[in-house]
Nanobody
Framework: QVQLVESGGGLVQAGGSLRLSCAAS????????MGWFRRTPGKEREFVAA????????YYADSVRGRFTISRDNAKSTVYLQMDKMKPEDTALYYC????????WGQGTQVTVSS
């Protein structure tokens, strides 16, 4: 059983930065792409960013490209989301997930951006 545990959420002012982490259990972390998603009340879950197994390819939603950076450390079985120049519309519950078609999800970490 794979567990994904997010951390690093919190309250930040507009224009500020946060770094989210997602630690994975299990020995197969480096074999899988990883992604970040977010959900706000009343909205569908939204893709944010993804990274391939070795970090060589990254993908971003248009709404975050140029402000967010996804990275991974396979030795630590952890994927990160560096969020800069944050906006109030980035407020959401952020989840990490395993795979291009996610099969495991974390519980989420709340991010709130005040204006």
């Amino acid at each position: 059983q794979v567990q994904l545990v997010e951390s690093g959420g919190g309250l930040v002012q507009a224009g500020g930065s946060l770094r989210l982490s997602c630690a994975a259990s299990g020995r197969t972390f480096s074999s899988y792409a990883m992604g970040w998603f977010r959900r706000t009340p009343g909205k569908e879950r939204e893709f944010v960013a993804a990274i391939n197994w070795n970090g060589g390819s990254t993908y971003y939603a248009d709404s975050v490209r140029g402000r967010f950076t996804i990275s991974r450390d396979n030795a630590k079985s952890t994927v990160y989301l560096q969020m800069d120049k944050m906006k109030p519309e980035d407020t959401a519950l952020y989840y990490c997930a395993r795979g291009w078609t996610p099969d495991y999800w974390g519980q989420g970490t709340q991010v709130t951006v005040s204006s």
